[in-house]
Structure formats: C-alpha cells, structure tokens
Nanobody, 124 residues
Framework: QVQLVESGGGLVQPGGSLRLSCAASRRSISDYAMGWFRQAPGKEREFVAAISWSGGTTYYADSVKGRFTISRDNAKNTVYLQMNSLKPEDTAIYYC?????????????????WGKGTLVTVSS
C-alpha cells in the first residue's frame, strides 16, 4: 500500500507562485504514473496534470497549460506541481494520485491511491 502526503499549499496573491509536493511512503512510486487533481468548492474534482513513470510524458488541463509544471524525483519518491501565474479560479484542494500503471492519463480512471489534499487559495 502507498501513502501519499501533499504539502505546499497556502494563501497566495493572484499572479503568485506555489510549489506543491507529494511525498510517497511504504512503496516506491518509480514504476507508476502520477497525477494531480483539484476540487474547488461546489465543483467536481478535475484533472490538472499527469506524468509518466519516467517523467518523459506529461499532460496538462487546458486551464493550467503554460502556467503549471509537473515533475518527479523518483529517488526522493516525490512528485511536484510548480504553479505560476496563479489565478483566483485556481483556488481548490489539490490532490495527488498514483495510477496502477506506468503511462500517464488525463482522467482519474485507474488511480489506485490518493492523498488527502492540500488547500490552495488564490486571493488578494
């Protein structure tokens, strides 16, 4: 079983940046694709970004493309989400997830483990 713990959330002004981390424990994530999802108040969970097991393939939601970057350090068993040019509509709880497979996907299908999330609030 894998435990995923997100960190790095907080309050930031519009235009600011945050870097989220997702640290995995109890099992190596190096063979698995990972994803970031978010859920805003009153809305359904949505896909944000995904990365393949090697980091060679990444996908992004159109709403974050060009502003967010997903990366991973398999030696540290950690996945990151660098978020730049943040907007109020990026406010949400951000979750990382591990997929039961090596290829990155843009949906929650096949995600075997989820973290508890970290809150990102973009407001002046």
């Amino acid at each position: 079983q894998v435990q995923l713990v997100e960190s790095g959330g907080g309050l930031v002004q519009p235009g600011g940046s945050l870097r989220l981390s997702c640290a995995a424990s109890r099992r190596s994530i190096s063979d698995y694709a990972m994803g970031w999802f978010r859920q805003a108040p009153g809305k359904e969970r949505e896909f944000v970004a995904a990365i393949s097991w090697s980091g060679g393939t990444t996908y992004y939601a159109d709403s974050v493309k060009g502003r967010f970057t997903i990366s991973r350090d398999n030696a540290k068993n950690t996945v990151y989400l660098q978020m730049n040019s943040l907007k109020p509509e990026d406010t949400a709880i951000y979750y990382c997830a591990l997929r039961a497979g090596s290829a990155a996907v843009t949906t929650a299908d096949g995600m075997a483990y989820w973290g508890k999330g970290t809150l990102v609030t973009v407001s002046s």
